[in-house]
Nanobody, 127 residues
Framework: QAQLLESGGGLVQAGGSLRLSCAAS????????MGWFRQVPGQEREFVAG????????EYADSVKGRFIISTSSAKNTVTLQMNNLNPEDTAVYYC????????????????????WGKGTQVTVSS
């Protein structure tokens, strides 16, 4: 069974930090890329950050560059998103994603599609 299990969302004040984790299991373990998307009600899901588990290449949305860091565990079955200097515009439901294709599909082509999705975790940043 393929599963992505997210944890770590919550409420934080502007300027604070949160750490999201996503544990992969089943068929998701064979996915080439993992990453995070976010969605605000009434808006499209948008790419936040991604990592290629084969070579460690990472990509970030311009809005989070320099503030967010994506990484994988040594066993590569967990992907973590360290979010620093959060602002109210970061408020959204964050979804973990895993896919067998290339990272450029998410970053360059802005395709918000994936083979697997987590259920999402709420991140709320108060001003």
């Amino acid at each position: 069974q393929a599963q992505l299990l997210e944890s770590g969302g919550g409420l934080v004040q502007a300027g604070g930090s949160l750490r999201l984790s996503c544990a992969a299991s089943g068929r998701t373990l064979s996915a080439r890329i993992m990453g995070w998307f976010r969605q605000v009600p009434g808006q499209e899901r948008e790419f936040v950050a991604g990592i290629d588990r084969r070579d460690g290449d990472t990509e970030y949305a311009d809005s989070v560059k320099g503030r967010f860091i994506i990484s994988t565990s040594s066993a590569k079955n967990t992907v973590t998103l360290q979010m620093n200097n959060l602002n109210p515009e970061d408020t959204a439901v964050y979804y973990c994603a895993a896919d067998s294709r290339f990272l450029s599909r998410w970053y360059d082509l802005q395709v918000a599609e994936a083979d697997y999705w987590g259920k999402g975790t709420q991140v709320t940043v108060s001003s």
